[in-house]
């Protein structure tokens, strides 16, 4: 079958559908051999998968005319879950919609991206430092409400896609380092706005040890399962560290841990090979672009799909800390997995549409 008729690029595709295969495989072991969970995440990936085909077919002119609109509502959503948001675990992250809770800072991964990708096609490049500062804007409110949620993972991931945007905009290198020199500055001050749970995942990322059996748990049971995997693993079903419930969160934010105990540094070689794949084809789409909102938005897509299996692995492997940033594709949940595929469907959509109007 000619799946390019439907507007999905091949690469892409067949990458993001072997991460699912593999993915289930990883839920069930992850899960303790539930099947009702596997099943779960199976129905997740075909509506995410669903949503990725509806979205490619949409051409990108459309996706720019409707940008300031999503973004707009996105704005509106996230200023209704703080005054009637519902609450739970101590977060405030949802709209209770009756038939299913709804998490509006999703909208926002594609919603800030789109809308500086718009902003900054109005105009030459590199953008002027009122455009750079109004873009900043743009980012950062939606960035910070979200981060009062609070939500520190989604927050992050909202603000690098748009930092990358403004990035691929041709933001100069003495505004990135005036930037960073700011936020080293502004660091003490943020240090006192955190949550004490945030700071402490914070120290914990220093000296795990400190408190093994607290709050450095996670990060020292993760690393002992991603060790204990070796050369070859241990073989599928055979995460002694999930299944003797040592590893928390087995089949969500630390699904990586059991893959890496049961396929061993081989199979997390082939697992870095496909998301390497993935990334370096949405840079190359972007490359190919036929105008500036669909390059700077398919480059922004591809770099936070970097960041999202980056930052997952880091706090996995103990290098970053445990912000609640799922790996891609492979870990349980809905609303992200839609998400993302709501992405790969509007970077298709840029490539499939450009060589039907060359």
Do not use: C
């Not at 909208?107 to 800030?112: E, S, T």
């Not at 430092?129 to 009062?148: R, V």
């Not at 505004?175 to 402490?200: C, E, K, M, N, S």
Request: no cysteine.
């Amino acid at each position: 079958m000619n799946i390019e008729r439907l507007h999905l690029d091949k690469t892409l595709f067949y990458a993001l559908l072997a991460l699912a295969a593999i993915s289930l495989f990883v839920v069930y072991s992850g899960s303790a051999k539930d099947l009702d969970a596997t099943l779960g995440h199976l129905l997740r990936l075909v509506l995410g998968f669903t949503v990725l085909l509806f979205v490619a077919q949409i051409r990108p002119e459309i996706l720019e005319r409707w940008s300031p609109y999503i973004f707009v509502a996105g704005m509106l959503l996230l200023i209704a879950v703080l005054a009637i948001g519902v609450i739970g675990k101590g977060a405030q992250r949802w709209l209770n919609l009756g038939f299913f809770q709804f998490q509006p800072s999703e909208i926002m991964k594609l919603g800030v991206p789109m809308m500086l990708a718009w902003f900054l096609a109005r105009g030459n490049l590199p953008p002027t430092l009122p455009k750079l500062a109004l873009g900043f804007l743009i980012m950062a409110i939606p960035a910070f409400m979200i981060f009062k949620q609070p939500d520190l993972g989604t927050a992050l991931l909202v603000f690098g896609a748009g930092t990358f945007v403004l990035f691929l905009g041709g933001m100069r290198w003495r505004v990135i380092i005036t930037l960073l020199t700011v936020i080293a500055i502004a660091a003490p001050f943020a240090w006192g706005h955190l949550h004490d749970y945030q700071r402490q995942r914070v120290l914990t990322l220093f000296n795990p040890e400190a408190d093994p059996l607290g709050t450095g748990y996670h990060t020292i049971q993760a690393m002992i399962a991603v060790g204990s995997g070796g050369i070859y693993g241990k073989g599928w079903l055979n995460s002694s560290q999930a299944h003797l419930d040592y590893l928390p969160e087995s089949s969500t934010d630390f699904i990586f841990a059991v893959y890496a105990e049961e396929f061993g540094l081989l199979g997390s070689l082939l697992m870095l090979s496909i998301y390497t794949i993935i990334v370096a084809r949405g840079l190359l789409i972007a490359y190919l672009a036929k105008d500036t909102y669909t390059r700077l938005l398919a480059g922004s897509l591809s770099l936070t799909f970097f960041l999202y299996f980056f930052v997952n692995m880091g706090m996995v492997t103990g290098i970053l800390p445990i912000v609640g940033v799922p790996l891609p594709v492979m870990s349980y949940g809905g609303t992200s997995i839609v998400t993302i595929m709501a992405a790969f469907g509007i970077i298709m959509s840029i490539q499939t549409h450009r060589k039907i109007t060359e």
